[in-house]
Every structure is written in structure tokens, then in C-alpha cells.
Nanobody, 126 residues
Framework: QVQLVESGGGLVQAGDSLRLSCVAS????????MGWFRQAPGKAREFVAA????????YYADSMKGRFTISRDNSKNTVYLQMNSLKPEDTAVYYC???????????????????WGQGTQVTVSS
């Protein structure tokens, strides 16, 4: 079992930056992976970014490339999502997710992740 706790959400203005954190507790292995997803009001949850737990390149949704950066600190079992140049359309609940057996093929699929955090609200005002 793995438990995930997100933090760092809040209310910011357009153009501001925010860093989300996700701490994973439980047994993790170098073959695992982490991802960030988000769900805006009235919309389906969408992929944001993902990274293998140990080494390897991260992956981003096209609309987030250049503005969002996913990183990890394995010593703290923590994954971060640095969000810059935020826009009102970035307003959503952001979820971190954990998966066993990282794959560079299915990294954006919700169904590939077996563990989810409770979500943290990010609101960007114009």
C-alpha cells in the first residue's frame, strides 16, 4: 500500500507560480512512477506530467510543456510540480498518482496508476 498526500495548492493571480508537493508513504521501488493529473470544474480529469521514480526523463502534456516542471526527491519520497506563468484555465484540483512498474508508453493513462492522493485545489484569478 502507498499513501499520497498533496500540498501546496492555493489562490494565485495569473502569471504567478506555485509548487505542489506529493509525499508518498509506504513501500516504493525504483521501478515505480509518479504522475500529476488535474480536473477542472465540469471537465474530465486530464494528464499533466509524470516521471519514473528513479532516473529517466519526465513526460508532460503538450499544453504544460515549458510552464510546468515535475521533479522528485527520492530521499524524501516526494514529487513536486512547479507551475509557472499560471493561467486562469489552470484552475483545477490537482492530483498526484503512483504506479507500480513505470512505463514510458502508458504514463498518461489514469488506469495505469493504482494509488491517488486526495487532491489539492489550485485557483488562478485573472
Amino acid at each position: 500500500q502507498v499513501q499520497l498526500v498533496e500540498s501546496g495548492g492555493g489562490l494565485v493571480q495569473a502569471g504567478d507560480s506555485l509548487r505542489l508537493s506529493c509525499v508518498a508513504s509506504g513501500r516504493t521501488f525504483s521501478s515505480d512512477g509518479m504522475g500529476w493529473f488535474r480536473q477542472a470544474p465540469g471537465k474530465a480529469r486530464e494528464f499533466v506530467a509524470a516521471t519514473p521514480w528513479s532516473g529517466g526523463s519526465p513526460y508532460y502534456a503538450d499544453s504544460m510543456k515549458g510552464r510546468f516542471t515535475i521533479s522528485r526527491d527520492n530521499s524524501k519520497n516526494t514529487v513536486y510540480l512547479q507551475m509557472n506563468s499560471l493561467k486562469p484555465e489552470d484552475t483545477a484540483v490537482y492530483y498526484c498518482a503512483f504506479r507500480r512498474f513505470w512505463s514510458s508508453v502508458s504514463y498518461s493513462r489514469e488506469s495505469a496508476y493504482g494509488y491517488w492522493g486526495q487532491g489539492t485545489q489550485v485557483t488562478v484569478s485573472s
